[in-house]
């Protein structure tokens, strides 16, 4: 630590031994490495847009007009009665948020690994215990595992990405269920993040309202807005109530939050953006059972889940070719050589595979 900078004495240890969240520099790259929509706004959606943000007053703390979000995200998700939403600065900021609510001497956060990251790094940063239980070789929920860790730490949140992030897949219903009655029983909280919910066969939101103890997170993220930062998490009132003493007070601007009201309005150009998103993941899947070598896991998210013989190489090789994924290899034992794919448009997905197949 230099002598001149005696201050950073006060930033702690842990801090300053983390490394920083790595966004990949996408410069001049085809960027299919964070699971973003491809599709923009269609030019006379951006003036009406730009009429409403450039109307809002900025001069003012944001007021009801979150109100009339919520209302309206509640009755886009079917929220059911009985229920309370809060709203994030993404998702991200609700996984703080609800960590550093349950933050009881001794509390611990789990989840199955590989997952996504923030559950381990929100715990880590709010001084949790972070138990991981990894996933078998599959990409499955190893549900004996996952219910011997609850009944060993019982831990005060479970998250459960349905579908996961990087394995792109959908738990067992079953499995689901015995873990939420498992984590009820010992008296702990369950977060099902519906993150990657537009391209998904199924949702937890039908099956959410029988238990009283599990939360349901949503993000704008994947289903288009992931510059806006916004996300929602549903639960009983009573828990939700709660977890909202510790939201700060403007943490959506009035920018996040008409841009979200207006999306909603236009949900079905969004609906018809995921549609064809979902077509274009069949044909790169397809496109992709072609390549020997190369394996890849079913997908019901917007990100195919592959492995190649030399992640390293075939990595570095389409971004020579200008295009960029997520070399996930590093992040678990059980991700070695896996690359994550974002799906992205047509054109984009025939680039993408051609770049794959010239790298492997
Ligand atoms: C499973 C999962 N949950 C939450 C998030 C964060 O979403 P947001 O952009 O709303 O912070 C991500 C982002 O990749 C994710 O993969």
Not at 250 to 262: G, H, Q, R, W
Not at 275 to 298: S, Y
Not at 326 to 352: E, I, Q
Request: hydrophobic share 45%; aromatic share 6%.
């Amino acid at each position: 630590m230099p002598d001149s900078l005696p201050a950073l004495r006060r930033i702690r240890a842990d801090v300053q031994s983390m490394h920083a969240y790595a966004v990949q520099d996408a410069t001049g790259l085809l960027k299919l490495d964070a699971m973003e929509n491809p599709h923009g706004l269609a030019p006379v959606l951006q003036a009406e847009l730009g009429q409403r943000l450039g109307a809002l007053a900025l001069n003012r703390y944001p007021g009801a007009r979150g109100d009339d979000l919520k209302r309206a995200l509640a009755a886009y998700a079917q929220m059911p009665a009985g229920f309370s939403l809060m709203l994030g600065n993404g998702s991200d900021e609700l996984i703080s948020l609800v960590t550093m609510a349950c933050d009881l001497p001794g509390a611990s956060i789990l989840a199955p690994v590989p997952g996504f990251v923030m559950y381990a790094i929100s715990a880590q940063l709010q001084g949790l215990k972070f138990v991981g239980v990894p996933l078998t070789a599959d990409f499955e929920l190893d549900g004996p595992a996952m219910l011997a860790a609850i009944a060993a730490e019982k831990p005060a949140i479970v998250y459960l990405a349905y579908p996961n992030n990087p394995t792109a897949n959908l738990w067992d219903d079953a499995t689901i269920e015995q873990i939420v009655e498992a984590q009820g029983a010992q008296g702990g909280l369950v977060i099902i993040d519906e993150a990657y919910q537009p391209f998904a066969a199924r949702s937890y939101i039908d099956r959410v309202a029988r238990h009283g103890h599990v939360l349901l997170m949503r993000t704008l993220s994947k289903f288009g807005l992931a510059g806006v930062r916004l996300g929602y998490l549903m639960g009983p009132q009573a828990l939700i109530g709660e977890i909202d003493k510790v939201r700060p007070p403007y943490n959506i601007s009035v920018l996040n939050c008409e841009c979200a009201l207006f999306a909603l309005e236009h949900a079905d150009v969004f609906a018809d953006q995921a549609a064809d998103l979902r077509t274009q993941r069949e044909h790169l899947v397809a496109g992709l059972a072609k390549l020997p070598g190369l394996r890849q896991w079913p997908s019901e998210a917007n990100m195919v889940l592959v492995r190649v013989p030399d992640a390293t190489k075939t990595f570095e090789g389409m971004k020579a070719r200008g295009v960029l994924v997520k070399n996930v290899s590093k992040m678990h034992p059980l991700l070695a050589n896996c690359l994550r794919l974002t799906v992205g448009t047509a054109d984009d997905n025939a680039r993408m595979l051609a770049a794959l197949e010239s790298s492997l």
